[in-house]
């Protein structure tokens, strides 16, 4: 399966964005989602994970309770709500899909090619 992530851009602090992720050449309803992120200079950090269904969640603390990951699996696409964003969010953010309930990168095995998000403050 491939994975395309969109959505990233500049934006204010304080301003939200919208993280998609699109898969290709798969279903995604078959793959547990997750959301990354990578800092400049900094380990790739988990942010979330979502069930197949939907109906499960789990967050890092990257999330800090200002994200919110959510999936369509009719339109085979995973998103990541992001509000009240601050520099440090500035980050590429990566989507991810495994067969394993869990926040680490190894239980992954399909990565987006990441987009790029920048907080200015």
């Known amino acids: 399966v491939q994975l395309q992530a969109s959505g990233g851009g500049l934006v204010q602090a304080g301003g939200s964005l919208r993280l998609s992720c699109v898969a290709s050449?798969?279903?995604?309803?078959?793959?547990?989602m997750g959301w990354f992120r990578q800092a400049p200079g900094k380990e790739r950090e988990f942010i979330a994970t979502?069930?197949?269904?939907?109906?499960?969640?789990h967050y890092g603390a990257a999330a800090n309770g200002r994200f919110t990951i959510s999936r369509d699996n009719a339109k085979n696409t995973v998103y990541l709500q992001m509000n009240s964003l601050k520099s440090e969010d500035t980050a590429v953010y990566y989507c991810?899909?495994?067969?394993?309930?869990?926040?680490?990168?190894?239980?992954?095995?399909?990565w987006g090619q990441g987009t790029l998000v920048t907080v200015s403050s």
């Open positions: 991810a899909a495994g067969g394993r309930w869990s926040e680490r990168r190894n239980a992954y095995d399909y």
């Open positions: 050449g798969g279903t995604l309803s078959r793959f547990i």
């Open positions: 979502i069930r197949e269904g939907g109906g499960l969640t």
